[in-house]
């Protein structure tokens, strides 16, 4: 019995394939031409409906969808014409074509907004979550992208990855933070307000995170992210840890950077805690409350 084709295993093909041709011709490794994958991904999976076309189009709302032609023998690519960033393309491309991978026999047609390509869930439990798991698989292999990002927790480090793959900042940081053991949270928020937020595992555990989902929540006064005279600050500045988390202790600092980004309209703050710091409210104060 065949196993059953999952996102990590479908994009460890692709990459099969292209270190082999990288290392035989001596081409350039990324960013990864995802239009020609996407037209040859029927030859290389044994399938008789190829993707033969793709194209911007006018699909407001959407990022990007996968249309069936007649009798499904055929698909079309399609990504939002009103997208200006390579890297939102070349992410909303890899997406797609997940999707064409592991759904297309599941579901009709697939129309994708902004939250399903920029997806944070923690695990692949929806089409949309392992869609995402794919382009990030295939975009960044895990290997490489640890080996760029080797002692840098701050936007440079983040930003070179972005520009190695040629994906959006917003996909290689949470590339990162789903991978790495440094205690980090990335704020993306426009107007003084979260539009979400996400933690590292190892945040979490320790109370750095905030449930964007289910409240608004707005950016701290005094914080770096707040100061309208900041456009960036890549590499960060220590302010007090209670500044984002109250109940952190008093002498606690954290790292906070802050950098501008037009690929969603939005402004991206990272804030790194030291290792193993916890910032929960104390537990006889969770108590009195109940």
């Known amino acids: ?64 969808a996968l249309i069936p032609g007649e009798d499904r023998r055929e698909w079309m690519l399609l990504y939002n014409d009103k997208i200006r960033s390579e890297g939102r393309i070349r992410f909303t491309q890899a997406h797609e074509l997940g999707h064409y991978l592991l759904h297309r026999h ?16 923690s695990d692949e439990a929806t089409i949309e979550a392992e869609a995402d798991v794919f382009a990030s698989t295939l975009l960044m292999p895990l290997n490489d992208f640890r080996d760029q990002m080797s002692g840098s927790a701050n936007f440079d480090g983040i930003d070179a990855c972005a ?39 190892p945040a979490a555990k320790n109370g750095a995170f905030y449930r964007t989902r289910s409240q608004t929540i707005p950016i701290p006064n005094m914080s770096l992210a707040a100061n309208e005279s900041v456009d960036h600050e890549r590499v960060g500045v220590e302010v007090s840890a209670r ?3 109250p109940h952190a202790p008093s002498d606690l600092s954290l790292r906070e950077m802050k950098i501008s980004t037009n690929e969603y309209d939005s ?8 290792r193993g710091a916890s ?3 104390p537990w006889n104060e969770r108590l009195s409350k109940h």
């Open 279 to 281: 910032v929960w409210q």
């Open 267 to 274: 402004v991206m703050t990272l804030l790194v805690l030291p």
């Open 163 to 201: 520009r190695r793959y040629g994906v959006s900042l917003t996909a290689a940081a949470l590339r990162w933070l789903r991978h790495t053991e440094t205690q980090a949270v990335l704020v993306v928020h426009r107007d003084g307000f979260m539009r979400w937020a996400f933690s590292s595992t």
């Open 106 to 121: 599941k579901q009709e047609s697939f129309s994708c907004a902004e939250k399903d390509v920029v997806n944070l869930e």
């Open 243 to 245: 500044t984002w988390f």
């Open 1 to 64: 019995m065949t196993d059953p084709l999952t996102a990590s295993k479908a994009a460890y093909k692709f990459t099969r394939v292209l270190d082999l041709f990288a290392a035989h011709h001596g081409t350039q490794r990324f960013p990864i031409d995802v239009v020609a994958l996407a037209k040859d991904a029927a030859n290389q999976f044994g399938g008789s409906d190829p993707i033969t076309e793709i194209r911007a189009a006018d699909i407001k709302r959407f990022e990007g």
